[in-house]
Nanobody, 120 residues
Framework: QVQLVESGGGLVQPGGSLRLSCAASGIIFSIYDMGWYRQAPGKQRELVASITSGGSTNYADSVKGRFTISRDKAKNTVYLQMNSLKPEDPAVYYC??????????????WGQGTQVAVSS
Protein backbone atom coordinates (compact mmCIF):
# COMPACT_ATOMS: atom_id res chain seq x y z
CA GLN A 1 0.00 0.00 0.00
CA VAL A 2 1.31 3.44 -0.94
CA GLN A 3 1.54 5.91 1.90
CA LEU A 4 2.87 9.43 2.25
CA VAL A 5 2.91 10.17 5.96
CA GLU A 6 3.44 13.82 6.82
CA SER A 7 4.47 15.26 10.14
CA GLY A 8 6.00 18.37 11.65
CA GLY A 9 3.22 20.90 11.28
CA GLY A 10 2.16 23.13 14.11
CA LEU A 11 1.88 26.64 15.44
CA VAL A 12 4.88 28.94 15.48
CA GLN A 13 5.53 32.63 15.94
CA PRO A 14 6.49 34.86 13.02
CA GLY A 15 10.16 34.37 12.29
CA GLY A 16 10.11 30.88 13.73
CA SER A 17 10.97 27.60 12.08
CA LEU A 18 9.36 24.27 11.35
CA ARG A 19 10.57 21.13 9.66
CA LEU A 20 8.03 19.10 7.75
CA SER A 21 8.65 15.45 7.00
CA CYS A 22 7.05 13.14 4.48
CA ALA A 23 7.83 9.47 4.80
CA ALA A 24 7.04 7.48 1.67
CA SER A 25 6.33 3.79 1.53
CA GLY A 26 5.06 1.46 -1.15
CA ILE A 27 6.86 3.28 -3.97
CA ILE A 28 10.28 3.11 -5.53
CA PHE A 29 11.41 6.35 -3.97
CA SER A 30 14.38 6.83 -6.26
CA ILE A 31 12.25 7.19 -9.39
CA TYR A 32 9.84 9.77 -7.98
CA ASP A 33 10.08 13.51 -8.01
CA MET A 34 8.89 14.91 -4.70
CA GLY A 35 7.27 18.18 -3.84
CA TRP A 36 5.58 20.25 -1.19
CA TYR A 37 2.41 22.15 -1.97
CA ARG A 38 0.31 24.37 0.22
CA GLN A 39 -3.24 25.58 0.22
CA ALA A 40 -4.51 28.45 2.30
CA PRO A 41 -8.22 29.08 2.92
CA GLY A 42 -9.84 30.60 -0.15
CA LYS A 43 -6.76 30.10 -2.29
CA GLN A 44 -5.63 27.55 -4.85
CA ARG A 45 -3.08 24.93 -4.03
CA GLU A 46 0.36 26.09 -5.02
CA LEU A 47 3.75 24.50 -5.39
CA VAL A 48 6.14 25.54 -2.66
CA ALA A 49 9.19 23.47 -3.44
CA SER A 50 10.16 20.43 -5.44
CA ILE A 51 13.08 18.08 -5.67
CA THR A 52 13.70 15.66 -8.51
CA SER A 53 14.85 12.09 -8.22
CA GLY A 54 18.30 13.40 -9.08
CA GLY A 55 18.27 16.03 -6.37
CA SER A 56 17.58 19.19 -8.38
CA THR A 57 15.44 21.69 -6.47
CA ASN A 58 13.04 24.48 -7.32
CA TYR A 59 11.26 26.95 -5.09
CA ALA A 60 8.41 29.38 -5.30
CA ASP A 61 9.67 32.94 -5.32
CA SER A 62 7.84 33.63 -2.09
CA VAL A 63 9.91 31.10 -0.14
CA LYS A 64 13.32 31.33 -1.79
CA GLY A 65 16.02 31.83 0.76
CA ARG A 66 13.77 30.73 3.60
CA PHE A 67 12.67 27.19 2.79
CA THR A 68 14.82 24.21 1.89
CA ILE A 69 13.63 20.92 0.44
CA SER A 70 15.72 17.80 0.75
CA ARG A 71 15.38 14.06 0.47
CA ASP A 72 16.93 11.16 2.32
CA LYS A 73 17.18 8.12 0.08
CA ALA A 74 17.97 5.78 2.94
CA LYS A 75 14.83 6.80 4.83
CA ASN A 76 12.55 7.32 1.81
CA THR A 77 11.72 10.70 3.28
CA VAL A 78 11.46 14.23 1.93
CA TYR A 79 11.80 17.25 4.19
CA LEU A 80 10.85 20.88 4.06
CA GLN A 81 12.83 23.09 6.38
CA MET A 82 10.93 26.31 6.86
CA ASN A 83 12.76 29.25 8.40
CA SER A 84 11.77 32.86 8.97
CA LEU A 85 8.10 32.02 8.75
CA LYS A 86 5.84 34.86 7.73
CA PRO A 87 2.14 35.57 8.28
CA GLU A 88 1.44 34.60 4.66
CA ASP A 89 2.92 31.12 5.08
CA PRO A 90 0.10 29.50 7.10
CA ALA A 91 -1.66 26.81 5.11
CA VAL A 92 -2.17 23.12 4.86
CA TYR A 93 1.00 21.68 3.41
CA TYR A 94 0.81 18.58 1.23
CA CYS A 95 3.48 16.14 0.21
CA UNK A 96 3.43 15.00 -3.40
CA UNK A 97 5.13 12.13 -5.19
CA UNK A 98 5.24 11.96 -8.97
CA UNK A 99 6.95 9.28 -11.04
CA UNK A 100 9.49 10.71 -13.43
CA UNK A 101 8.33 8.36 -16.17
CA UNK A 102 4.83 7.05 -15.42
CA UNK A 103 4.39 3.37 -16.09
CA UNK A 104 1.73 0.80 -15.45
CA UNK A 105 1.07 0.70 -11.74
CA UNK A 106 2.82 4.01 -11.07
CA UNK A 107 0.72 7.04 -10.16
CA UNK A 108 0.90 10.45 -8.57
CA UNK A 109 0.31 10.42 -4.83
CA TRP A 110 -0.59 12.97 -2.19
CA GLY A 111 -0.17 13.05 1.53
CA GLN A 112 -3.03 13.88 3.85
CA GLY A 113 -1.71 17.35 4.59
CA THR A 114 -0.29 18.93 7.70
CA GLN A 115 -1.37 22.26 9.16
CA VAL A 116 1.09 25.10 9.55
CA ALA A 117 0.01 28.13 11.53
CA VAL A 118 1.90 31.34 12.25
CA SER A 119 0.73 33.58 15.04
CA SER A 120 2.32 36.15 17.29
Amino acid sequence: QVQLVESGGGLVQPGGSLRLSCAASGIIFSIYDMGWYRQAPGKQRELVASITSGGSTNYADSVKGRFTISRDKAKNTVYLQMNSLKPEDPAVYYCNARPVVPRLGQYEYWGQGTQVAVSS
